[in-house]
RNA sequence: GGCGGCAUAGCCAAGUGGCUAAGGCAGCGGUCUGCAAAACCGUUUUACACCGGUUCGAAUCCGGUUGCCGCCUCCA
């Protein structure tokens, strides 16, 4: 099967066909840089992040673009407030930005421009729409002419009659038509503002994508993906207007992702249910936010709970433990992987099934069934009577299968050791020589078969938050997780 | 009002016409263990919202009903 993408403007999955063959541009509308990235911008990032990961595994050669808007009226109302001006407030959630990215495994993208430095090239796409009979000037302020553009609304699905109806908003009564919407903005005294033939002001938040995707990706690129909630007015209006400042088809294929509640009610600042990344992370280890956000499709609404996070901790820890049992038999793994792991793949089962999935649409929740599958096959055999130096070379390959294909998802990619280590949150009451110490003095108290005493010594680490294991080769002793 | 999505066991979640409907979590029983832990095996009364239709055959397609949600305004 080839790779196959639900694309948002047929509504249908459809196969996907890049414009060169092996390549892929693909743009996604970054965050605006006012405030701090909650947890539904990390579903946002992290699903963009496998889609990239895996595209490139296949085999593609990916061009990812990812935009910064570091202009717009809320980063200009935060600004007022904090005394900052536009450019100092930008650049220092633009640096949050970079930490809770780098803190959740989410790979830098190819090119990340900034709206700012872009002024020029939004400035020749709103000055081409005008010449082209797509767009008025009223004052100082330019509108796209909806009317204009013969198949506005159809990336949505909408009818602009419809919408027009059914508009909840005052018009501005300088549009021509309340559909309208601005691609250059005149400045009020005090806003920040640059040059341009209709006066001095700031673009509309539209074209920066527009102008950006297009300088960088081409008129006509593969891919372009953000939230749900993009899709319109956003990405509609985007289409719009590089397709009539163009003259050729925007992007192939609309990838949007699904909007994440917190128990079960949508994150808004009224209702005091705003996660951001870096109050997640102090709760939970990034590997089990990843985790959790990719054991649901997509394009699926994604609920953020306790329980849930609790849950996704279990299994996370089980793969874990089984990769620390490879560990303790073969050592710890050396990434020595090609960068295209999912291409030439020959008969390789485990492999095979997990591209299947994948190329589906993506199908992470599918991919990690296939991931707890691998788990317990390992486990199996480590349980398995045969001699250890029998198992040896298969389970360098069962563990190189498991850890490839959790690369695309990026997952799995640190050493158990780290993380269990971060995850504990019960520290130690005794000290590791302590712990050592009491567990020679049980051994003697086991050996006489004075198993009170020995139950004793087992109790008392266990309320300090020591959970001993009894293994053949003697006992070992971990945290409380 | 307009447009769209979703409904699968105790909970989470794959599966979109046909073998025993993935996987995870939780519970229970068992193997192992002195007893545990971990792991493994088994198991959790009829799990596919309801009604009707198409079909030899539907969780899956079509129509309707109920419930939940999103977008239509800044929003990942």
């Known amino acids: 099967m080839s790779f196959q993408l639900y694309n948002s403007a047929s509504r249908k999955k459809e196969v996907f066909r890049p414009i060169k063959n092996g390549e892929v541009g693909i743009y996604v509308c970054g965050v605006t840089v006012y405030d701090l990235c909650h947890i539904g911008h990390a579903r946002s990032a992290i699903v963009f992040d496998v889609l990239v990961r895996y595209l490139r595994a296949r085999g593609f050669k990916v061009t990812y673009v990812r935009n910064f808007t570091d202009i717009d009226d809320k980063i200009i109302e935060r600004a007022n407030k904090t005394g900052e001006d536009t450019a100092t407030l930008a650049k220092r959630y633009i640096n949050a930005f970079y930490e809770d990215m780098l803190s959740l495994g989410v790979l830098d993208a190819d090119i990340e421009p900034k709206a700012t430095e872009h002024i020029d090239d939004m400035i020749d796409m709103v000055r081409s729409l005008i010449e082209k009979g797509f767009a008025y000037v009223v004052d100082d302020t330019v509108y796209f002419s909806v009317e204009k ?35 250059w903005k005149g400045a009020k005294p005090g806003e920040p503002k640059w040059k341009s033939p209709w006066g001095d002001g700031r673009p509309g938040w539209h074209i920066e994508c527009s102008a950006m995707s297009c300088k960088y990706l081409g008129p006509n690129f593969d891919i372009h993906g953000g939230g749900r909630d993009l899709l319109f007015p956003h990405h509609e ?42 109050d997640a992370l102090t709760s939970y280890h990034p590997q089990e936010l990843r985790l959790f956000l990719l054991s649901k499709h997509y394009r699926s609404p994604l609920d953020f709970s306790r329980s849930a996070m609790l849950e996704t901790r279990s299994g996370l820890v089980r793969i874990y433990r089984t990769l620390q049992r490879v560990e303790e038999i073969i050592g710890p793994y050396k990434n020595d992987t090609n960068n295209t792991f999912l291409y030439h793949v020959g008969d390789n089962d485990f492999k095979n099934r997990f591209i299947h999935v994948m190329d589906d649409d993506l199908n992470t929740a599918a991919g990690l069934g296939l991931v707890f599958d691998k788990v317990r096959d390992i486990n199996r055999l480590i349980d398995s009577p045969a001699q250890k130096t029998d198992i040896t070379s298969q389970l360098v390959k069962e563990r190189k299968d498991l850890l490839d294909c959790s690369k695309a998802l990026g997952l799995l990619e640190g050493e158990p050791s780290h993380f269990f280590k971060k995850i504990i949150k019960t520290s130690p009451e005794v000290a590791a020589e302590e712990i050592e110490k009491m567990i020679k003095e049980r051994q003697k108290a086991r050996k006489a078969k004075d198993w009170a005493s020995a139950d004793a010594i087992r109790e008392e680490l266990s309320r300090k938050g020591v959970i001993l294991e009894d293994g053949p080769k003697g006992t070992g002793w971990r945290l409380r997780i």
């Open 149 to 183: 553009f013969d198949s506005y609304g159809q990336l949505s699905g909408r009818q602009i009659e419809d919408m027009a109806a059914g508009a909840r908003v005052a018009v501005d009564e300088k549009k021509k038509y309340p559909m309208d919407f601005v691609l």
């Open 237 to 278: 209006n985007e289409r719009a207007q590089a397709m009539a400042a163009n003259g050729v088809n925007f992007a192939n294929y609309w990838v949007h992702n699904g909007f994440l509640t917190v128990e079960g009610e949508k994150m808004s600042k009224s209702l005091g249910n705003f996660i951001t990344i870096r």
